[in-house]
């Protein structure tokens, strides 16, 4: 069983921060192996699609939306099995659920593991 367990939403007014943590259990993710895969965070707003934020490789290589460049920052502890996103001058528009992501080799393929969910609401 994989589980990924967000934590740190919040309210927040705008040109706040907030820091999201999403540890990771499971088989795939004993003995730090965390540390092998390239892990992300999406967001989901009301009425919108899914929508990538961030990721990060094994490598340490990070990538982020252009909505979200200079103002969010992604990082991993391997030793930990944790992520994190440090949001910073963050804006109304940043209202959303945010999704912890694992994207896992399989077979030849991957397969993407999903967390709850935490709620992140900026107010103006």
């Known amino acids: 069983q994989v589980q990924l367990v967000e934590s740190g939403g919040g309210l927040v007014q705008a040109g706040g921060s907030l820091r999201l943590s999403c540890a990771a259990s499971g088989s795939i993710f004993s003995a730090n192996t965390m540390g092998w895969y390239r892990m992300g965070w999406y967001r989901q707003a009301p009425g919108k699609q899914r929508e990538l934020v961030a990721t990060?490789?094994?490598?340490?290589?990070?990538n982020y939306a252009d909505s979200v460049k200079g103002r969010f920052t992604i990082s991993r502890d391997n030793a930990k099995n944790t992520v994190y996103l440090q949001m910073d001058s963050l804006a109304p528009e940043d209202t959303a659920v945010y999704y912890c992501?694992?994207?896992?080799?399989?077979?030849?393929?991957?397969?993407?593991?999903w967390g709850q969910g935490t709620q992140v609401t900026c107010s103006s």
């Open positions: 992501n694992a994207h896992v080799p399989y077979a030849l393929a991957y397969r993407d593991y």
């Open positions: 990060i490789t094994s490598g340490g290589s990070t």
